[in-house]
């Protein structure tokens, strides 16, 4: 397995360190899969493959700073019913390009068509968390051809972000340096709430992710804000998910939006989470099997 190129690392030792461990935890995949590269216009693109094949397909597209490692408590029970492609977005801590596109352009979807086209698909669901809940929207909305239904987790570029990246990098970074203490309070600042990992796949993801906040070099850029009539050009049937503590996301203002703008969007805010929503398999297979 390659590992990542630095230019999104603060050093080539960190970068390796991060590819290294990012190995390891994909050798634990829940599933049998398939691991690979496909080539883009944007550079080579790395995606795990599981599930029933001929099944419908189903894209995962995980959040900023993070790696399709975000999908392991998922991806066996979806890979039941689909053909389940979980994506490393570019630009962030997998195995895909470094490449950052500009978010103002049409340069994600045109990555994306590639992706689909070197995977022989014609048409998917796809899931987004946060960045790649951007992701997934503006695909719906320059792609919709191509998106059989939508579901969207705390994703950016809906509401007004309350959190900034100067206090990230400030504040947030230099507190996951602090041992177990900082680390708790980097997450519940960070995602607005903790969990103590409570199994070895558990720690072994936040020791990951600490390792990953070490040695990645944040994207300072934040994706453009959908406008009202970009939004009302969501076709698909769409599940958006956002948690009533996210501490990135004003919840009302998602459920406002989505309510007033896209017509096929059932919108649910979530009480006790924040902003990392996962292990929501089933609510999310119901809804992707037209059972709610």
């Given amino acids: 397995m390659s590992k990542p190129r630095n230019g999104i690392y603060r050093s080539e030792a960190g970068a390796a360190a991060v590819g290294s461990m990012y190995s390891a935890l994909l050798r634990h995949w829940p599933v049998p899969n398939e691991q690979r590269h496909v080539a883009t216009r944007l550079g080579d693109t790395h995606v795990i493959t599981c599930g029933l094949a001929g099944a419908p397909t189903l894209i995962l597209l995980h959040g900023a700073g993070f790696n399709s490692v975000t999908w392991m408590g998922d991806a066996a029970g979806w890979s039941q019913h ?8 570019i630009g962030h ?7 950052r596109p500009a978010y103002d352009s049409d340069s994600y979807a045109t990555w994306l068509d590639d992706v689909l086209h070197a995977l022989g698909i014609e048409r998917a669901s796809f899931i987004g968390l946060s960045l790649g809940g951007w992701i997934a929207i503006d695909y719906a909305i320059r792609r919709p051809q191509r998106v059989e239904r939508l579901i969207l987790l705390a ?4 509401a007004t972000e309350k959190m900034s990246m100067l206090k990230i990098v400030l504040v947030i970074l230099p507190l996951t340096t602090l041992g177990r203490w900082g680390r708790q309070r980097a997450q519940r600042l960070m995602l607005g709430e903790y969990r103590e990992p409570s ?6 993801v936040a020791e990951f992710y600490a390792l990953i906040s070490k040695n990645f070099r944040q994207n300072l850029s934040k994706p453009t804000r959908f406008s009202d009539t970009q939004l009302t050009r969501i076709k698909p049937t769409t599940l958006l998910l956002v948690g009533a503590k996210d501490p990135w996301m004003d919840a009302a203002e998602i459920q406002r939006r989505f309510n007033a703008l896209v017509p096929r969007a059932q919108v649910q805010i979530l009480p006790e989470r924040g902003h990392m929503l996962v292990g929501l398999t089933q609510r ?5 099997r037209g059972d709610a």
């Fill in 82 to 89: 689909f053909r389940v492609v979980a994506v490393d977005v």
């Fill in 93 to 99: 801590p997998g195995f895909s390009a470094p490449i």
């Fill in 155 to 158: 994703p950016a570029g809906v």
């Fill in 199 to 204: 199994s070895a796949a558990e720690k072994a």
């Fill in 284 to 288: 999310i297979l119901q809804f992707l």
